[in-house]
Each structure stands twice: as structure tokens, then as C-alpha cells.
């Protein structure tokens, strides 16, 4: 069978998604055969992870270094309360596994760093970039535009989100857009899990259709939410 | 002329607003926006705005009538201005 070939199993699984206009048969052979790279697995990453592999995903490779706290429990929907002290993206790997025992997961215990991206990076079709801290994010773009692959960059303060796909040759660079780090950006932040639950699934979604081939991935324009208010702009990015 | 700017993630938190209508000469581009805004508002919302140099940070973001511009880009009687200071994932 090649790799992406549907099984009897497979159409009985995603039925519900086959009928997708633009998508079908060919669209989850594609995300069978995909492989993307989630960093980290935290509120945000959980949500990307937890919805790529009920998608059908082929392979999840998971980057997140550190052991779980209590408090990531408010967020961090792949986590469970027993797994207090251990790692987490051994936690996570095993609740995807649960969801979905034909995803392949592939679990880092580190963050993505200037000496893992490129490898970490190399080995994937898709990265959704899903890390607090920008030293990390752009470690992970530079490696990703450097190999022309896509990258969905998600982001998320107090009930506020931002939302934009980048690739090199389409689209600017993080780096680009944000020269600098902020100086006042802190690791730790306001939010609640239901906003980094929304992003996430719009991190999946984005995800989704850019390895299927379907719909209008965020190019050039950035999707910027105010959950407080319920309002939504889509503005447009300079090209390169 | 009349604008009307916007604030975004932390900046609204600083601002302690979402918008506001503002009243700048013919003419101004969208730094004098931002300068004006620093000035209007003060701490903390000025020192997310401006760099020591007194000039717009390099990472704000400035959405004039929903495209991304520089602040060199020249305002227009009732333009909505977006400005955000990049935020990040967790």
C-alpha cells in the first residue's frame, strides 16, 4: 500500500470530514501521509495536536521540554491531574495514542533551540508554531523558511489571538514582521484555556488545508480575534 | 482630521480602552498617531509604543483601514488604525 492509501478503516473513521467540499478522499490521503512538527504541546499545542490526530494526521512529532504543573492544567487539555512531576509531552503523546492508535508520535523532552530546529524541522512537511518565547519562534521559522516549508504561527494574550501562515518565497518571515523580541513579552501571561483552545483549532485548521491542498490559508494576512468583544479583523501583511 | 485607532493585546490593557477618536492635524502619518497616543496616555502605554529613541518600536504593529503599513504612511480623514505589539503562543 502506499503511504496516504485509504484503508476500509480510514473511510469509516473520517466519513464525517470525507464530505468536506474541496477536500475528500484525496485531501485525507494527503494528511494521512503528512508529518508536522507542534511546539510546543502546551494550551495552545495541545489543542493543534489533539485536533491533527482525530484528523488523521500520519505523524505528530511533539517538542516540549519540562514536567507538568499543576498550574498547565487549566489549558493544557492533554495533560491529566496523575501526570503532576512527569513530563508533559510524554503525557501528551499518550493521550493522542489513545485518540488515535494509527498517529504516529514521535515525543522531544526539549524546546525547539538553534541547535535542534533544523533537525527537528528537516524531518517534517508542516511546524506549527505553538511557543511562548520568541528566541524559540524564531529558531523554528528561520529553520522552516530555510527549508521552504510552511509555518503556522499562532499566538495568544489575555482573550486576544493572532493567526498567520508564513513560507518562504510567499510570504514574510516572523523575523521579518518582528525584527526584535519585545522587551515587555513574558513567559508567563493571562489566558484561559478557551483561548488557547480557539487558536489551536484554527492552528489545526490552517494546518489541515495547507497539507490538502483546500480553502485559503492565512498568506499575507494575519487573523486577529478579540474574544472580550467577540470581534474579528483580518488585515493584510506586506509581501516579501 | 478625525481617526479612529484601535489597541490590541496588551496595549488595550495599557490604554485601558479598546478605541478611541482622535483629532490630528492634515497630514499626519501614523507615527505622529503613535507619538500622539504615548503622549496622551503615559506609562505604561508609552513605553509600548516608543523605543528609547523616542520612535515607534520595530515590532508594532500598525494596521491602517486593515493592511499592515510603516509608520511613515500618511493618515487620512477617518482612518482606523489596529496597533499591536506582537504576542506570542504557551
Not at chain 1, 36 to 59: D, T
Not at chain 2, 40 to 57: D, F, I, K, Q, T
Request: with cysteine.
Amino acid at each position: 500500500m502506499c503511504p496516504g492509501e485509504l484503508t476500509d478503516g480510514d473511510r469509516s473513521r473520517y466519513q464525517w470530514q470525507l464530505g468536506v467540499s474541496g477536500f475528500g478522499e484525496d485531501g485525507q490521503a494527503r494528511l494521512k501521509a503528512a508529518s508536522v512538527l507542534v511546539s510546543r504541546v502546551g494550551g495552545l499545542g495541545s489543542a493543534v495536536a489533539y485536533e491533527l490526530a482525530a484528523a488523521g494526521i500520519g505523524r505528530l512529532v511533539l517538542a516540549h521540554g519540562g514536567n507538568l504543573r499543576a498550574d498547565d492544567l487549566n489549558r493544557q487539555l492533554l495533560m491529566t491531574d496523575d501526570w503532576i512531576g512527569k513530563p508533559r509531552v510524554q503525557c501528551a503523546a499518550r493521550r493522542l495514542r489513545e485518540l488515535n492508535p494509527d498517529l504516529e508520535v514521535v515525543a522531544i523532552e526539549a524546546n525547539i533551540s538553534d541547535t535542534n530546529a533544523a533537525e527537528l524541522v528537516g524531518e517534517v512537511d508542516l511546524v506549527v508554531d505553538c511557543a511562548p518565547l520568541f528566541e524559540e519562534r524564531y529558531a523554528m521559522n528561520a529553520a522552516a523558511f530555510s527549508k521552504g516549508i510552511p509555518i503556522v504561527e499562532c499566538a495568544m494574550y489575555d482573550l486576544d489571538l493572532t493567526i498567520t501562515s508564513q513560507q518562504h518565497g510567499r510570504t514574510r518571515s516572523l523575523r521579518e514582521l518582528v525584527p526584535q523580541p519585545p522587551v515587555h513579552w513574558k513567559r508567563e501571561f493571562p489566558v484561559f484555556g478557551a483561548v488557547s483552545g480557539t487558536v489551536g483549532c484554527l492552528g489545526a485548521m490552517e494546518a489541515i488545508k495547507i497539507l490538502a491542498g483546500f480553502g485559503e490559508p492565512l498568506w499575507n494576512r494575519m487573523l486577529m480575534m478579540d474574544l472580550r468583544s467577540m470581534s474579528t479583523r483580518l488585515v493584510t501583511l506586506p509581501t516579501p | 482630521m478625525k481617526v479612529t485607532l484601535e489597541y490590541f493585546g496588551m496595549l488595550r490593557e495599557a490604554a485601558g480602552l479598546n478605541q478611541e477618536d482622535l483629532e490630528l492635524p492634515a497630514g499626519a502619518d501614523a507615527g505622529a498617531l503613535v507619538q500622539f497616543a504615548a503622549e496622551r496616555h503615559g506609562e505604561p502605554l508609552r513605553s509600548l509604543l516608543l523605543s528609547a529613541e523616542e520612535v515607534p518600536h520595530s515590532w508594532l504593529l500598525i494596521a491602517i483601514d486593515d493592511v499592515v503599513e510603516s509608520h511613515q504612511v500618511e493618515l487620512a480623514q477617518g482612518s482606523h488604525v489596529l496597533l499591536s505589539s506582537p504576542i506570542s503562543g504557551g
